[in-house]
């Protein structure tokens, strides 16, 4: 047990040995509560358990089928039994004991790695979770495609992105029905209960549908900025300067927000907007990208077009969908394949569009170490700070690198350093040693006595 006295008395880099070492043997404990649980379900093995004249009277404990197929059925108050030892639910022991018969039998890659402690029983449970409807055939694809990035290198959104692109290529086809039954699910409706006099709309509509309902309210919320400006005292709106001139509520807003629900509301009341404000003239054109790269484990070798296919932010997509729901709206654009290496340095500090893109494609998500973010809007940073001449870093491809505006300021102010030594592969190194490498398969912490 870590006392609080020694805790008290650490340095700083001591803190950071000590929180890893913690972090490693939670880590342990729970690879042993799988252990712990798989051999709780063959000691409760129905032949052996149950009594098949007893078991078929109303109410007796039948067997259960917890995990996907290949996996054995198991007693069905085995995990009532167990919650009860370890202060969890039966539903919350019975998924314990299905993700252990599953890490065994269907996903052996990953269970090794979980087992050598180079994988958290978190993200391997995830996997099983989202592979337990699929074959014995299909959950050992997908293991074998996802349990190198399972190490924790990709943060857990990136992990969770990865996983289900890999399970819809696994069974296109189950993909396929899901996509059927969450088309049905369509609605637009008022969810939740109201409070303190606010209340909640929900849409729920084919990608392309949000996709354009979102580009046309922040178009006309934009058209609103300058006759609703923001509210110069939002930032504190509660305790307002005293002394000065209050803003007119009926001429400023709080926030940009405020200004989209102003938006739907004259979309949804067109009379309610200023006459002024041709709302038709609003509707802007929305570029949805759908990646159609490599193919998927059912591809017969025909170099067809994949099962499954990626809108770029909302995930995998089957080519049905693509032909269904995009098919009769969209106006298909085909870019052939981009060399991001191929790219002409400029000599100027300002990065021309085309570096811009290739950057993303080379590493398309934020190069500060374990990060998750994706999002287009990231800066792209120098990763040698440029300078005119021979004096710092160039303006090519190879010296950039996607980051939020937070990890951008703590890469300039703070005391981690990077260096890039080939494009996409960033190697950092903290005040303390501790040196990160960050590639597009992920981060990993670099051990140096290696």
Not at 103 to 109: S, Y
């Amino acid at each position: 047990m870590l006392k609080d006295a020694a805790v008290e008395e650490m340095s700083e880099d001591a803190v950071l040995d000590t929180a890893a070492e913690l972090a490693t043997t939670a880590q342990r404990a729970e690879v042993g509560l799988l252990r712990a649980a798989y051999r709780w379900a063959v000691l409760h093995d129905p032949a052996r358990t149950l009594n098949p004249k007893v078991a078929v009277l109303p109410g007796r404990e039948k067997a259960r089928q917890y995990g996907g197929e290949g996996t054995a059925p198991v007693s069905e108050f085995a995990a009532a039994e167990l919650g009860v030892r370890i202060g969890r639910t039966t539903h919350a022991a019975a998924s314990l004991i299905a993700d252990a018969q599953d890490l065994h039998h269907r996903h052996p890659v990953l269970w090794a790695r979980v087992v050598a402690g180079e994988v958290r029983s978190s993200y391997a449970r995830f996997v099983v979770t989202k592979t337990r409807e699929l074959t014995a055939l299909e959950a050992a694809w997908v293991d074998a495609e996802v349990a190198e990035s399972a190490d924790g290198r990709i943060p857990w959104t990136r992990f969770e992105a990865l996983v289900v692109g890999k399970v819809a290529a696994a069974a296109p086809e189950l993909a396929r029905e899901k996509e059927e039954r969450a088309r049905r699910a369509t609605f637009a409706k008022i969810v939740g209960t109201p409070e303190h006099g606010m209340a909640s709309f929900l849409i729920r509509a084919p990608i392309p549908v949000i996709a354009q309902l979102d580009a046309t309210i922040g178009a006309l919320a934009e058209r609103l900025r300058e006759q609703l400006p923001d509210d110069p005292h939002a930032a504190d709106p509660i305790r307002q300067p005293v002394g000065e001139e209050q803003p007119d509520p009926a001429t400023t807003v709080v926030c940009a927000d405020e200004r989209r629900v102003l938006a739907v509301l004259m979309l949804a009341n067109p009379g309610t907007a200023p006459e002024d404000l041709d709302l038709t003239a609003l509707v802007p054109k929305v570029e949805v990208v759908v990646h159609l790269d490599g193919h998927d484990i059912n591809d017969d070798g025909t170099g067809g077009v994949p099962a499954i296919a990626r809108v770029e932010g909302h995930g995998p997509v089957t080519r049905e969908w693509v032909r269904e729901v995009l098919g009769p709206h969209a106006r298909f654009t085909i870019r052939p394949v981009f060399d991001p290496l191929g790219q002409v340095p400029v000599d100027a500090y300002e990065i021309p569009a085309r570096h811009r893109r290739a950057v993303r494609l080379i590493s398309p998500a934020d190069v500060f170490p374990y990060s998750s973010c994706t999002s287009n809007t990231m800066q792209t940073d120098h990763t040698d700070p440029w300078a005119p001449g021979a004096a710092g870093g160039s303006s090519e491809v190879g010296n950039y690198g996607p980051m939020t505006t937070t990890h951008h300021r703590a890469k300039t102010f703070g005391h981690l350093r990077v260096k890039q030594p080939f494009p996409g592969v960033f190697l950092w190194r903290d005040r303390f040693g501790a040196i990160y490498l960050v590639d597009p398969t992920g981060t990993r912490r670099i051990d140096q006595a290696a």
